[in-house]
């Protein structure tokens, strides 16, 4: 029989072997750095992309506070300037008052008791005369009572003093002015 050598044959079958499995194990690293990197540039894109829209919706946020800032700014203005309209429509009101308190004043005023000086706070009034006598205070009390545009007349003081030779009563009496509008009951 002769004798055939397959040795060297299965050793180069080997080596083919050994050769393709390299081949084979650096291409499967090759492909796994390739996917490593693929995914990681996929990640890179996907966050990137998540920060840009990151980024707008703080600038739009930002952009909604400006404007935000800018309405509550513009609602103190209105309020002030509701104020400020409210404040001259009660001026325009209360203009013709002041013309009803000096006439009213003239009409109850009885004879014998002049003013000195006449004081307004709001609606109180403080009043400062002199009578000729204390019973004309308390007709000009009465007067003042009964009076359209004036109320509640109540008497901080009366003096008798003697100027020369006649006495006189210096008082102050504090009045109510009635607004325009009002019912006796709201007074």
Same mark, same amino acid.
């Given at each position: 029989?002769? *004798?055939? +050598?397959? /040795?060297?044959?299965?050793? =180069? =079958?080997?080596?083919?072997?050994?050769?393709?499995?390299?081949?084979?194990?650096?291409?499967?690293?090759?492909?796994?750095?390739?996917?490593?990197?693929?995914?990681?540039?996929?990640?890179? @894109?996907? &966050?990137?992309?998540?920060?840009? !829209? +990151?980024?707008?919706?703080?600038?739009?946020? +930002?952009?909604?506070?400006?404007?935000?800032?800018? &309405?509550? $700014?513009?609602?103190?203005?209105?309020?002030?300037?509701?104020?400020?309209?409210?404040?001259?429509? %009660?001026?325009?009101?209360?203009?013709?008052?002041?013309?009803? #308190?000096?006439?009213? /004043?003239? *009409? %109850? #005023?009885?004879?014998?008791?002049?003013?000195?000086?006449?004081? @307004?706070?709001?609606?109180?009034?403080?009043?400062? $005369?002199?009578?000729?006598?204390?019973? !004309?205070?308390?007709? #000009?009390?009465?007067?003042?009572?009964?009076? =359209?545009?004036?109320?509640?007349?109540?008497?901080?003081?009366?003096?008798?003093?003697?100027? $020369?030779?006649? *006495? %006189?009563?210096?008082?102050?009496?504090?009045?109510?002015? !009635? !607004?325009?509008?009002?019912?006796?009951?709201?007074?």
């Amino acid at each position: 029989m002769p *004798r055939i +050598n397959l /040795l060297p044959w299965r050793e =180069e =079958e080997r080596k083919r072997r050994q050769r393709d499995f390299g081949l084979a194990m650096g291409g499967a690293v090759l492909a796994a750095i390739a996917v490593i990197m693929l995914t990681m540039l996929a990640y890179s @894109q996907m &966050i990137s992309a998540q920060e840009q !829209r +990151n980024a707008r919706l703080t600038d739009e946020i +930002n952009e909604l506070q400006r404007s935000i800032e800018e &309405i509550d $700014g513009l609602e103190r203005q209105k309020e002030r300037l509701l104020a400020r309209m409210e404040i001259i429509d %009660q001026l325009q009101k209360s203009r013709p008052e002041v013309v009803h #308190l000096f006439d009213e /004043l003239t *009409r %109850q #005023l009885p004879e014998g008791v002049y003013l000195t000086g006449i004081k @307004q706070s709001g609606s109180r009034i403080e009043v400062r $005369g002199v009578a000729q006598s204390s019973t !004309r205070v308390s007709a #000009l009390m009465r007067q003042i009572d009964a009076s =359209e545009w004036l109320a509640d007349p109540e008497v901080e003081r009366v003096a008798t003093t003697t100027a $020369g030779a006649s *006495r %006189q009563a210096e008082f102050v009496v504090y009045i109510k002015q !009635r !607004r325009s509008g009002e019912d006796e009951e709201d007074v």
